[in-house]
């Protein structure tokens, strides 16, 4: 689930974000995989042909977000055309700031530290979800919504095994475990969580530990939850905590004791010119996002990462399920 780069090469990153986005002919965007008709999102005049290109990171979660946004728009008349699974926050930013994509979830953490360049995130949900909406639209005319009550931010996990070898609870408790015994402490990360200041790095820095004895293997994101699980490669992994996963696998949140990991509400994020064009569209979509709980989200995730369902279809069913859309 990648969420920003550091910040010391976030200029190089954005421009080769959009080369990327250029090069892979992102402007065009595919057909709506599902068909869906109105339910409570009923036909909006203004939206009616309207085009509106969606975008997502990547990652299960952000995908799911951005096939929800598809079939709102689409139950509302739009001609909607599909962008989620681009990779990487920084080539999904650029890709929405060039006008290459309409509509995504953006989370309030990401918009604060990775595109605005602030060291310290807010400990209030409200308060930094205000913060980055005023900035970001001073600096770049961008527009976040009303924010969904879901948060996935970071976390450390372990297994149970782990949990009662260890004697950890807390962040601060593994800090202690990696300065008396690192090799106790073995961590899996993926690249970007090893780098960010709202990663590994700042965590070392909240929690007094040094980070250069701790003992960290780089893995890709799907595979840490499983390794941590087992306990032999990875004692304790990085995960993000609306993962479906960590139920399925039983693992164990530690408590950020410190209160060191930002807030991570998704909102839908346009630029100012498209809100103002068609202000139906964040109506249509509030009643959505205040849907979008840590409990609603850990279950759509599972469905995708735990049982192997598309996520289009996790997205629609959902959908369905709450009355907002039929299916065709």
Request: charged fraction near 25%; hydrophobic fraction near 40%; aromatic fraction near 8%.
């Amino acid at each position: 689930m990648n969420r920003r780069r550091t910040r010391g090469w976030k200029i190089t990153a954005a421009a080769l974000g959009f080369a990327l986005v250029a090069s892979c002919g992102l402007e065009s965007g595919g057909a709506l995989p599902l068909a869906v008709g109105p339910g409570s999102i009923q036909p909006v005049p203004e939206l009616e042909g309207v085009k509106i290109t969606v975008g997502s990171k990547d990652f299960t979660e952000q995908i799911i977000l951005g096939y929800i946004i598809e079939f709102a728009m689409s139950a509302a008349g739009a001609e909607v055309r599909d962008l989620t699974n681009i990779q990487g926050s920084n080539s999904t930013r650029d890709a929405q700031l060039n006008g290459q994509i309409d509509l995504a979830y953006e989370y309030t953490g990401t918009g604060w530290i990775n595109y605005l360049g602030n060291e310290t995130p807010l400990p209030n949900s409200q308060a930094q979800f205000e913060a980055v909406r005023d900035a970001d639209l001073a600096a770049n005319d961008m527009v976040w919504t009303d924010p969904a009550p879901m948060n996935n931010t970071y976390a450390l996990a372990m297994s149970k095994e782990t949990a009662e070898e260890t004697g950890v609870k807390t962040v601060s408790d593994y800090a202690k475990l990696v300065e008396s015994d690192p090799g106790a402490a073995v961590t899996c990360v993926e690249t970007e969580f090893n780098v960010r200041q709202d990663g590994y790095p700042g965590l070392a820095e909240k929690y007094g530990f040094d980070a250069s004895r701790a003992q960290r293997q780089i893995l890709q994101t799907g595979i840490i939850y499983q390794a941590t699980a087992d306990g032999d490669q990875c004692k304790f992994g990085e995960v993000f905590t609306t993962d479906g996963r960590i139920i399925a696998l039983d693992l164990e949140l530690l408590e950020d004791d410190l209160s060191f990991f930002p807030k991570y509400n998704p909102a839908l994020v346009m630029r100012a010119s498209f809100a103002e064009d068609h202000p139906q569209v964040a109506e249509v979509m509030a009643p959505i996002s205040a849907r979008l709980t840590d409990e609603v989200m850990t279950e759509l995730n599972r469905q995708v990462d735990v049982e192997g369902k598309e996520p289009a279809e996790v997205a629609r069913d959902w959908m369905v399920s709450e009355g907002f859309v039929t299916a065709d």
